[in-house]
């Protein structure tokens, strides 16, 4: 890896720098990085980073192995027109872009170039990403392995057919905001039951880590490892049996399956408009 090109410096973008110089995937000064007019944030880049901040498009995308596509979604028809005369058939072009289509951005490219698509979450920033990719016929074994070893830098990788990267927006994609809203609820309960708010906090963090480790290293399923905490009238009984009462499972169930129909019905918009767009 000689050289990567990121077009955008979000937040996302900024841990994925992070976990790629941090790991020594590749040096800080051989990522290049742009964004549409926020010069300080590029700076601040470089100083924490080592990586080269820029408006130059030849500049950047002269013999860069991969292209990163990481501006907003509205933006990328005018990014990829930016960058278009820089392409060719050995680029390898990543998306970030929540509800962008492999297709939306082979039509706008008007060129066959391997495409990758990732669907990382926020927790790229402390290296804890729950990642997955899809690829366009084009992309080769090699590239698609490249990929997944930068996305490895910032936490899990997986490989999954790009029809189902709607499904893994509304699980994991969007997942960490389902949890975070579950930590307010339990803050608000530990209040309310006396305990000191950053007391509570601690308990519900460390609550968490290690029920989440419980489940990541043994074969028990969730199921029996809820039971064998649940004693016949005792205390987890009693609480679940409230959370049965409100189908809070139930409402679980529907909120992913919302956020999943929500990521299909913006790919499907955005697509329609990025066609509009060319015709006219």
Same mark, same amino acid.
């Given at each position: 890896m000689k050289k990567i090109a990121m077009? $955008?410096?979000g937040s996302m973008a900024e841990a994925l720098i992070s976990g790629m110089v941090e790991k020594q995937f590749i040096k800080g000064e051989q990522i290049w990085v742009t964004n549409r007019s926020d010069r300080e944030k590029l700076n601040r880049l470089h100083k924490l980073y080592g990586v080269n901040p820029t408006y130059n498009? /030849? +500049?950047?995308l002269q013999d860069a192995n991969v292209i990163l596509l990481a501006m907003k979604p509205k933006d990328v028809a005018l990014a990829v027109k930016q960058i278009k005369p820089y392409l060719n058939h050995e680029t390898l072009l990543v998306s970030m872009l929540a509800g962008v289509s492999i297709k939306s951005i +082979?039509?706008?490219? /008007?060129?066959?170039?391997?495409?990758?698509?990732a669907m990382p979450n926020t927790s790229a920033a402390?290296?804890?990403?729950?990642?997955?990719?899809a690829a366009n016929s084009i992309a080769t074994e090699e590239q698609i392995n490249l990929i997944k070893t930068m996305f490895d830098t910032v936490g899990l990788t997986v490989y999954v057919e +790009?029809?189902?990267?709607?499904?893994?927006? $509304?699980?994991?994609?969007? $997942?960490p905001a389902y949890i975070y809203y579950l930590i307010e609820a339990m803050e608000k309960s530990a209040v309310e039951i006396g305990l000191n708010g950053e007391l509570a906090q601690k308990l519900?963090?460390?609550?968490?880590?290690?029920?989440?480790?419980?489940?990541?290293?043994?074969?028990?399923?969730?199921k029996q490892l809820r039971r064998e905490v649940t004693s016949p009238g005792g205390t987890t009984e009693a609480g679940l049996k409230i959370l049965k009462e409100h189908q809070v499972q139930e409402a679980f169930i529907q909120c992913i399956k919302e956020a999943t129909s929500q990521s299909k019905r913006l790919g499907l918009t955005l697509a329609e408009e990025l066609e509009k767009e060319k015709r006219t």
């Open positions: 077009i $955008g410096a498009f /030849e +500049e950047m +082979e039509m706008l490219t /008007e060129l066959s170039v391997s495409i990758v698509r402390i290296g804890q990403s729950a990642t997955a990719l +790009e029809k189902q990267l709607d499904a893994v927006t $509304g699980l994991s994609g969007s $997942g519900i963090v460390q609550t968490l880590i290690g029920a989440a480790g419980m489940v990541s290293r043994t074969t028990k399923p969730p």
